[in-house]
């Protein structure tokens, strides 16, 4: 499952930066306290990155706050754990309908494979001229 870019992983990229500001802390102060690598540290903030309960658990702890105070803080700004189960849902989805693409694909014939290619590419009506108006 695809994750970043989530809801959830832009708040909590959010909740580390509140956090973060109100604890007077840089970044990089956040980074060297909690043990992680400059590109993870990065990517977290961004919010482009899923992070794992340990890492939630070391930045926290950098910061002075309950890894628990950020959780709850993240899913409140991504709009409850409806919305984030209902993004969670559609991500799946995705997944499912590409896993079965990827599958009817594997099972098709060089020619009919090369059939899809063109269809996907050709579009029929591109081929003809439109009609004079006078």
Same mark, same amino acid.
């Given at each position: 499952?695809?994750?970043?870019?989530?809801?959830? $992983?832009?708040?909590? %990229?959010?909740?580390?930066? @509140?956090?973060? @500001?109100?604890?007077?802390?840089? @970044?990089?102060?956040?980074?060297? &306290?909690?043990?992680?690598? @400059?590109?993870?540290m990065n990517?977290?903030?961004?919010? !482009?990155?899923?992070? $794992?309960?340990?890492?939630?658990?070391?930045? %926290?702890? &950098?910061?002075?706050?309950?890894?628990?105070?950020?959780v709850k803080?993240?899913?409140? #700004?991504?709009?409850?754990? #409806?919305?984030?189960? !209902?993004?969670?849902?559609?991500? $799946?989805?995705?997944?499912?309908?590409?896993?079965?693409?990827?599958?009817?694909? !594997?099972?098709?014939?060089?020619?009919?494979? #090369?059939?899809?290619?063109?269809? &996907?590419?050709t579009d029929?009506?591109? /081929?003809? /001229? #439109?009609?004079?108006?006078?």
């Amino acid at each position: 499952m695809e994750t970043k870019d989530s809801r959830l $992983n832009k708040a909590m %990229a959010h909740a580390i930066k @509140v956090a973060r @500001v109100d604890a007077r802390m840089t @970044v990089e102060e956040v980074r060297l &306290a909690a043990g992680l690598t @400059v590109s993870t540290m990065n990517r977290v903030v961004a919010g !482009s990155r899923d992070i $794992n309960v340990t890492q939630i658990g070391r930045i %926290a702890g &950098a910061i002075g706050v309950t890894p628990s105070q950020l959780v709850k803080k993240a899913v409140a #700004e991504a709009g409850g754990m #409806e919305a984030i189960m !209902s993004e969670v849902a559609a991500t $799946n989805d995705l997944d499912a309908q590409r896993a079965k693409r990827q599958a009817t694909a !594997s099972a098709m014939t060089p020619e009919e494979l #090369e059939a899809e290619r063109h269809a &996907a590419t050709t579009d029929p009506e591109m /081929d003809t /001229d #439109e009609p004079e108006h006078h």
